[in-house]
């Protein structure tokens, strides 16, 4: 579908490049054409016009939207929405429009995927982010498993379908054979090295799950694994390798992200201490798993500090293309530039560590929005639907915690072909960390790819297969042919072990 969008007279520039950012997202999830008033009218299927007074009549295929959404300050935060059901589907909208007139999709898309409130919140937690209750959606208790900007999306195509009676409703996958994607991700917050350091892991454990989560059978458990690992027994917690080599028996690539300056305490000991992590890192990559950047605890709190570490894993030999912040400690006004400096190509950070849902309202990539120049950035956000440790006792998950987690893939898959990614830490394998149940979770959301037509890649391997369709949108650059890493088939560079 080839759709003209068109403005009022008085539009100013920033509501312009705010609302064709949206405009531009929406025909990448569709598979349209977006045309922007440069391009001949008549070359349109459709046009979708932005009005404050509806037209008496139109003459040609015309949707008209209610020109609603008005720029305001970045530190003012987002209105309370308001309640909205269509064509059975219930969500919000934060600029509910008058009776019997068309809503301001294209406005609500940008306030959600832009996740401009979060930038009005002053509040941090202990770690240093912006708490979700403090949030529109946390004030006003919104029920996050919605993803609000992919119902946008869909009631937005439905209207236009009526107006061209024959038009797919449901996006268009960029790959023709993939229903959708699935980015499984992993966190290296550990590495074997040494007993000593085991046998401390597993007693600290030990005491937070007996303390922290009143889990006593998971006190017992970890408490025996840190005496058998104190005779002689294996490392419950160093399960990369194990992990990565029962993914690539089950025909599955991953991205692990690794760590490579210790610059705070929450930064795990092997950031500076291990010889042998370029090597582990080599072997990931013969399994053909991808091997990113985990930024650490402190990397944005320097202009340089995300780069320099991206350029540190280069040195080591290896083509970074994106990875995710330690903590999730970000907020978004450091962590865009950063990424684009270090010449990221996608980031997976969009996410919470203590609930499952949709942080910015999508369940599809998108380049984030950069309020300082009003454009969108220049790598692509694959964001996280959940992490492992969501669904530990006392993390607001209940015990249903599969089924929880089937049921949001699920809603991904209802909304789209997907670009949503998956956090489990190897150390969620095997009742070291976590309860042995989150880390057989994942076993069973894998082994149901087949019955659910989704198909798990690794984020570069993902970024490869879409990146096309939004540069054909206007909403990434375009870019030469990256550096491959040794994992699609290239040999790397000198290796330069950390610590050598």
């Not at 008058?98 to 930038?119: H, K, M």
């Not at 996410?351 to 790598?379: H, K, L, N, Q, V």
Request: hydrophobic share 40%; net charge negative; charged share 20%.
């Amino acid at each position: 579908m080839r759709i003209l969008l068109e403005f009022e007279s008085d539009s100013s520039p920033v509501q312009r490049a705010r609302i064709s950012y949206a405009f531009r997202l929406f025909c990448a999830i569709y598979g349209h054409t977006p045309l922007l008033g440069e391009e001949p009218a008549g070359s349109a299927d459709v046009r979708l016009r932005r009005v404050t007074q509806p037209a008496s009549e139109n003459h040609e295929p015309c949707l008209e939207l209610s020109n609603l959404y008005r720029p305001r300050p970045i530190h003012e935060p987002a209105p309370s929405p308001r309640g909205f059901v269509r064509d059975g589907e219930a969500t919000v909208l934060f600029y509910p429009p008058l009776p019997r007139q068309e809503p301001d999709w294209l406005g609500e898309i940008f306030e959600w995927v832009s996740c401009a409130d979060e930038y009005s919140v002053e509040d941090r937690d202990s770690v240093g982010r912006v708490p979700f209750d403090a949030t529109r959606a946390g004030q006003d208790h919104l029920h996050m498993q919605v993803p609000y900007a992919a119902v946008a999306m869909r009631l937005l195509q439905r209207a236009l379908c009526r107006l061209l009676p024959g038009a797919a409703e449901e996006p268009a996958s960029p790959v023709a054979w993939v229903r959708h994607f699935v980015v499984p991700t992993h966190d290296v917050d550990y590495l074997h090295l040494g007993r000593f350091n085991s046998l401390y892991h597993l007693m600290r454990n030990s005491a937070i799950s007996l303390l922290l989560s009143r889990d006593l059978p998971l006190c017992l458990r970890q408490a025996w694994l840190a005496l058998r690992a104190a005779l002689g027994g294996q490392d419950p917690l160093g399960q990369v390798h194990w992990l990565a080599v029962e993914e690539a028996l089950r025909g599955t690539t991953a991205s692990y992200y690794f760590i490579l300056r210790h610059g705070h305490r929450r930064d795990p000991d092997y950031a500076y201490r291990s010889l042998r992590t370029g090597e582990l890192m080599q072997a990931l990559e013969a399994l053909r798993m991808e091997v990113g950047l985990h930024g650490s605890y402190t990397s944005l709190d320097t202009p340089d500090g995300l780069p320099m570490e991206f350029d540190r894993m280069r040195r080591m030999g290896f083509q970074p293309q994106g990875g995710r912040q330690h903590f999730l400690r970000f907020t978004l006004d450091r962590l865009i530039p950063a990424l684009e400096r270090a010449g990221a190509r996608y980031d997976t950070s969009f996410g919470w560590s203590d609930r499952i849902g949709f942080r910015s309202g999508a369940c599809f990539a998108f380049p984030p929005y950069y309020f300082p120049e009003e454009r969108p950035a220049t790598f692509l956000e694959i964001p996280m639907l959940m992490m492992d440790q969501a669904f530990q006792q006392g993390q607001g998950v209940e015990a249903a915690g599969y089924e929880q987690a089937a049921e949001l893939l699920s809603t991904s898959r209802k909304y789209g072909w997907g670009g949503v990614s998956l956090l489990w830490h190897p150390a969620a394998f095997g009742g070291g960390w976590l309860k042995p149940e989150i880390g057989e979770m994942y076993w069973a959301l894998m082994g149901r790819k087949s019955a659910t037509s989704d198909t798990w890649l690794s984020a570069n391997s993902f970024l490869q297969s879409v990146r096309q369709r939004y540069v054909d949108v206007g909403l990434l650059p375009l870019e030469k042919p990256a550096s491959c890493s040794p994992a699609d088939g290239r040999q790397p560079r000198h290796l330069e072990l950390i610590g050598a």
